[in-house]
């Protein structure tokens, strides 16, 4: 089965899940293409800066842009297939023979007309900071899922793993599903939990549950391959949508001893 993946280029969230992915299950599957766009998308760089310091607090904001400065450094170099850890999406594309190109909004023309040259059977959205329109939804003709971290529709939105921690949840949640135009509004293909180990920050929860969630993945796309998926429809009416955590919420959070990083 041909499937190619739509994400950003994030070399701390996003990059574990691909690690993992590509190391237990690049064999599995014929994986055309990594499209990815550049981190929030059309989010200004200033908001993502106040939101993120706001968050994590003015240390923790300059050890997370230290290790993304380095991983921009190293993430140059040319690394081997199955090397022990990456350093950006390139790289690791790169390392096992992956089509690797960076875009803009994957809903521009240019784009559509690229996944249907490819002839893709599965579009996979890991993160993708773009709420996808039915032109581009509508060409796989296995359709197109995405991988939320969190249960829907308890937990749609942005910032899942924050809001489960918040929540005072044990466990934070994992939903393999099929997009629509309206964000985490698809039918559920797969959903599994893990648990949240005492003391774990905010920052190793989210990288852990990354590497979590590829083996999900794996499983919903070998589904899909053998026609072989039982979609279920979300109750919309027991559904919860989050955003970005207010200022008073990330104080909340910390109060109650949960640590960012």
Same mark, same amino acid.
């Given at each position: 089965?041909?499937?190619?993946?739509?994400?950003?280029?994030?070399?701390?969230?996003?990059?574990?899940?691909?690690?993992?992915?590509?190391?237990?299950?690049?064999?599995?599957?014929?994986?055309?293409?990594?499209?990815?766009?550049?981190?929030?998308?059309? !989010?200004?760089?200033?908001?993502?800066?106040?939101?993120?310091?706001?968050?994590?607090?003015?240390?923790?904001?300059?050890?997370?842009?230290?290790?993304?400065?380095?991983?921009?450094?190293?993430?140059?170099?040319?690394?081997?297939?199955?090397?022990?850890?990456?350093?950006?999406?390139?790289?690791?594309?790169?390392?096992?023979?992956?089509?690797?190109?960076?875009?803009?909004?994957?809903?521009?023309?240019?784009?559509?007309?690229?996944?249907?040259?490819?002839?893709?059977?599965?579009?996979?959205?890991?993160?993708?900071?773009?709420?996808?329109?039915?032109?581009?939804?509508?060409?796989?003709?296995?359709?197109?899922?995405?991988?939320?971290?969190?249960?829907?529709?308890?937990?749609?939105?942005?910032?899942?793993?924050?809001?489960?921690?918040?929540?005072?949840?044990?466990?934070?949640?994992?939903?393999?599903?099929?997009?629509?135009?309206?964000?985490?509004?698809?039918?559920?293909?797969?959903?599994?939990?893990? $648990?949240?180990?005492?003391?774990?920050?905010?920052?190793?929860?989210?990288?852990?549950?990354?590497?979590?969630?590829?083996?999900?993945?794996?499983?919903?796309?070998?589904?899909?391959?053998?026609?072989?998926?039982?979609?279920?429809?979300?109750?919309? $009416?027991?559904?919860?949508?989050?955003?970005?955590?207010?200022?008073?919420?990330?104080?909340?959070?910390?109060? !109650?001893?949960?640590?960012?990083?």
């Amino acid at each position: 089965m041909r499937i190619e993946f739509l994400t950003q280029d994030d070399p701390l969230y996003i990059l574990p899940f691909f690690e993992e992915f590509l190391r237990s299950h690049s064999s599995e599957f014929d994986i055309l293409h990594i499209s990815c766009s550049s981190i929030m998308g059309k !989010r200004s760089r200033m908001q993502m800066v106040r939101e993120l310091t706001a968050l994590y607090g003015p240390f923790g904001m300059a050890r997370l842009a230290g290790r993304v400065a380095v991983s921009r450094v190293l993430g140059k170099f040319p690394m081997k297939r199955d090397a022990a850890r990456y350093y950006g999406l390139a790289q690791i594309a790169k390392a096992y023979g992956i089509a690797f190109s960076k875009i803009g909004n994957p809903n521009a023309a240019g784009f559509i007309e690229a996944v249907k040259h490819r002839s893709t059977d599965v579009l996979v959205s890991v993160a993708c900071p773009y709420i996808l329109k039915d032109t581009l939804l509508s060409i796989p003709p296995r359709g197109c899922v995405n991988i939320h971290h969190a249960p829907v529709p308890r937990f749609k939105g942005m910032m899942p793993t924050f809001w489960q921690m918040f929540h005072g949840e044990k466990s934070v949640g994992v939903t393999v599903h099929f997009m629509t135009a309206k964000v985490d509004e698809g039918a559920v293909l797969f959903q599994d939990t893990m $648990a949240i180990n005492s003391g774990e920050t905010l920052h190793e929860l989210i990288q852990r549950s990354k590497r979590h969630g590829a083996g999900c993945m794996a499983r919903v796309l070998h589904q899909l391959e053998s026609n072989t998926q039982t979609p279920k429809s979300l109750d919309k $009416a027991k559904g919860t949508y989050f955003t970005f955590p207010t200022i008073a919420e990330i104080q909340e959070f910390r109060r !109650r001893g949960l640590r960012p990083i």
